[in-house]
């Protein structure tokens, strides 16, 4: 019964140290989120600049994983260069160093203040304040998790099964490597595992070369998670974390056998042995950025060439055969067919904002800049292609289809220049300032979103059927949009003269969503136009004639 109410303790202290890690990331991402990214963005010029970058970046952040992805998104964007990314994480990693460092300082009395502090900040009306204050609590939790896991871990040091456990690990240091590099990707956090570490040697029961090697492992789980999370990113953003893990896997290697050595050394020098596994992991990371620094450029290439770009997709038009130009009607159906393509890509970045939308996840919105890009592209191809058509051996239908298309295209191209340029920046705005609507805006949103992209598969059924009942309906819904905005712009002023506080920060990105929507909308609509217009079905306007 001990036992479980011991590992209980422990557990809990953990995850309260994992949970003020994230609560400090959340809260400096809040309130500063958008000026770290700038910073960490410009701030890549040089070397000297990039390192000390990351340091910032991490120290602030509490997490040299979360700086790992905001700097693979910048290469990926080709905001960064990869040899000046690679410098930026040797920075992040020297700053989680810092970080153990620092937290280990004793000044766990500071934690009731801290909290006190952040509770009250958070208080505040504004995103800063609010962030900040939850920074603070996070760094109090985290403080107050250190008492914790000192207490908890007490009776473990003079456990029998703690001691036959540590000598089974010094007699297999690359077990016990491997034991704690898995820790910490359990934990996604290599400051926990050194927290831990340090809480259970406390007592003395640990060699200094275990402990070199148990922090070791440390260093080369936390490389772990970054490679994990860009699993799916592209390529230039994989190679970042992946150059990452080879460095502190080597490093990992070439010290291993050392660690004998360096623990020796260690004691050697003026450092309190109590303290000995955060002043190994600055050590590490220090000795490893010197070393790996003006490396940083072969390592580029070496990333670049075990994550090679892959074969290029075609992201050209498909179907415009210029052989079919002397065939109207074969060329006709191709350009119809190309244009249908770009109706699919559209859907798709209607369906990445939608997501981002629901799932606050701003890797969401990292697509649309690119599918922007294609419908571009194939739009401005689409034109060219029927412009050479040889109007001159052309019926009137064919003609009319022609310029059908080219509307069509233009249209959608419009569509991808609101969804990238309007919910996109909108989105992401959300997302990096922490904002949230109100339970009932976002149900509005979310069911616009929706409609909008039920439309659009509906106009590309009208495009491609040309059926008069089905355009005819494509243009109601368009007024029942219509009204679905301005109902729920109504609504959204209406909390805001309730005084709801979740609607007055939301209420320019509400109302900006929705007049996005209804524009998305009405040039989806277009295109049952013509279809009406040739069946008699549309008026020129819908001004009332006077008398």
Not at 386 to 394: E, N, W
Request: hydrophobic share 50%.
């Amino acid at each position: 019964m001990e036992s479980t109410i011991v590992s209980i303790n422990l557990f809990g202290a953990v995850a309260l140290l994992l949970f003020g890690l994230s609560e400090v990331k959340n809260g400096m991402q809040r309130a500063f989120g958008a000026r770290l990214k700038a910073g960490l963005a410009a701030g890549t010029r040089g070397g000297l600049r990039s390192f000390t970058a990351g340091l910032i970046a991490t120290i602030a952040l509490q997490s040299s994983t979360a700086t790992a992805l905001m700097i693979a998104s910048f290469v990926e964007r080709e905001l960064v260069a990869p040899r000046m990314a690679q410098i930026v994480l040797l920075g992040a990693n020297v700053g989680t160093a810092a970080t153990a460092w620092i937290v280990s300082l004793g000044i766990g009395w500071l934690s009731p203040l801290l909290i006190l502090a952040g509770v009250s900040l958070a208080r505040g009306s504004s995103n800063a304040r609010k962030g900040g204050g939850a920074a603070l609590v996070g760094v109090g939790l985290m403080l107050l998790s250190l008492h914790l896991i000192g207490a908890s871990t007490q009776p473990v040091r003079a456990s029998a099964a703690l001691s036959a456990f540590l000598a089974m690990l010094e007699n297999a240091w690359p077990v016990a490597l491997v034991f704690a590099a898995m820790l910490a990707v359990l934990a996604s956090s290599s400051l926990a595992v050194v927290v831990l570490i340090l809480s259970i040697s406390a007592g003395g029961t640990i060699s200094s070369g275990l402990i070199v090697v148990l922090v070791l492992g440390a260093n080369l789980g936390g490389a772990v998670p970054p490679v994990l999370a860009t699993l799916r990113a592209p390529v230039s953003a994989r190679r970042v974390t992946i150059g990452n893990l080879i460095v502190r896997a080597t490093g990992c290697l070439v010290a291993l056998p050392l660690a004998g050595y360096s623990g020796h050394l260690l004691d050697l020098l003026p450092l309190s042995h109590a303290k000995l596994p955060v002043d190994a992991h600055l050590m590490f990371n220090l000795v490893l950025a010197c070393i790996a620094w003006p490396l940083s450029r072969p390592l580029s290439l070496l990333t670049a060439r075990l994550l090679p770009e892959p074969a290029s997709v075609p992201d050209g038009p498909k179907f415009l055969d210029a052989e079919k130009l002397s065939t109207p009607v074969a060329a006709l159906a191709g350009a119809s067919r190309e244009v249908m393509r770009v109706g699919d890509l559209i859907e798709r970045m209607l369906e990445q904002a939608s997501e981002a939308l629901q799932q606050k996840d701003p890797a969401k919105l990292s697509e649309i800049g690119a599918l922007e890009g294609r419908v571009d592209r194939l739009q401005h191809q689409i034109k060219v292609y029927v412009s050479r058509l040889g109007h001159r051996d052309m019926g009137e239908k064919d003609r009319r289809r022609a310029m059908d298309i080219i509307e069509y295209a233009i249209n959608l191209e419009h569509i991808g220049d609101i969804i990238e340029k309007g919910l996109r920046a909108e989105l992401a705005k959300k997302i990096t300032f922490g904002l949230t609507f109100s339970q009932d805006g976002h149900e509005e949103l979310t069911r616009l979103f929706a409609i909008t992209l039920d439309n659009l598969r509906m106009a590309q059924a009208v495009f491609a059927t040309r059926d008069p009942a089905l355009a005819r309906r494509l243009v109601e819904v368009k007024e029942d949009v219509r009204r679905l905005e301005r109902q729920s712009a109504e609504r959204h002023f209406q909390r805001l003269r309730d005084g709801r506080a979740d609607s007055i920060e939301t209420s320019s990105l509400h109302l900006d969503m929705l007049r996005d929507l209804k524009r998305i909308n009405a040039h989806i609509a277009s295109v049952a136009h013509p279809i009406l217009d040739d069946s008699g079905l549309l008026i020129e306007s819908r001004i009332r004639q006077a008398g």
